[in-house]
């Protein structure tokens, strides 16, 4: 079996990424930037009409499998290329699939667009560019979401866990991760909820997630 990632780890490929590389699953990374035209290209758009990274690409002896959509990439990855048995960050049973399930759905729907608001208002655009009204209104929604979130880590935290869906670190927890450090540069959002705060430092100061950045700087 081959697994081929297209994407780079400044994106949304980051979430495929890093589960591949939490499981230790070899597969070849193909750096495939979001600008410049690299993802409208015939052979790119014949793996992912929508032309968006990340892109995944699963040779295996029943044939070829490709999956769009970073979440979807993560999950599969767990799923499929997981041992399942409690001991890495695949679900061991279908309370965990479904925490991770629900949980990847859920940074979609509830974090995403306001916490990209928050990282490029805050650091991605140039000052010129930045709206603070945006950039207030987008963190004063975060509120609600991250509300839930910190609730969710003080009942793991009371049962003695230190992650989202299980004893260990988790699919969950990148899937959630990786949408939720988004909204870190905000101070006020990190002071107004330390245990989201902590439980992303915890989650990113992995080695898998900085084996994957450094190889990124070079």
Known sequence: MALTIHGIFASRAVRPLWTAQELGVPFEHVPTPYQGGATRTTEFLALNPNGHIPVLVDERPEGRVVVWESMACALYLARHHGRGDGHDIAPANPAEDAEALRWAFWAVTELEADALCVLMHRLGLPPQRRDPDKLAAAEQRLRVPLRVLEDHLAARAAQGHAYLAAARFTVADVCVACVANWARPSHD???AFPRVH??????????????LKEAARR
Do not use: I, K, S, T
């Open 189 to 191: 959002l990190m002071q």
């Open 198 to 211: 902590d439980w992303l430092q915890r989650c990113h100061a992995r080695p898998a997630y900085l084996a």
